[in-house]
């Protein structure tokens, strides 16, 4: 049975930063490229930034968070990592992971969603 477990959230003031981690189970997570979704209030869920399994480390973020946040993986723990640096109040979001195949830099996800982490950016 596939398991996502997302943590790292919580409240900040913009220009902090956090780290969200999902660890993973139930797949063969070396072999899956991963990524991070997030669903604002009253918004539709979006891609946020993904990974590949391979070693070469490729990776795509949307715009809204290029240059600020910047994923990565440990494949013996099975956890991929969102690192968020710089937030901002539009960044406030429940923030999820997934895994699954990445056709034109967006990953489209094969799991069933976890229950989250909720990220607020907040002065």
């Known amino acids: 049975q596939v398991q996502l477990v997302e943590s790292g959230g919580g409240v900040v003031q913009p220009g902090e930063s956090l780290r969200l981690s999902c660890v993973a189970s139930g797949f063969e997570f070396g072999y899956r490229a991963m990524g991070w979704f997030r669903q604002a209030p009253g918004k539709e869920r979006e891609a946020v930034s993904c990974?590949?399994?391979?070693?070469?480390?490729?990776?795509t973020y949307a715009d809204s968070v290029k240059g600020r946040f910047t994923i990565s993986r440990d494949n013996v723990e099975n956890t991929v990592y969102l690192q968020m640096n710089r937030l901002k109040p539009e960044d406030t979001a429940i923030y999820y992971c997934?895994?699954?195949?990445?056709?034109?830099?967006?990953?489209?996800?094969?799991?069933?969603w976890g229950q989250g982490t909720q990220v607020t950016v907040s002065s």
């Open positions: 990974i590949v399994s391979s070693d070469d480390g490729y990776t």
């Open positions: 997934n895994y699954g195949a990445i056709i034109t830099n967006t990953l489209y996800p094969y799991g069933d």
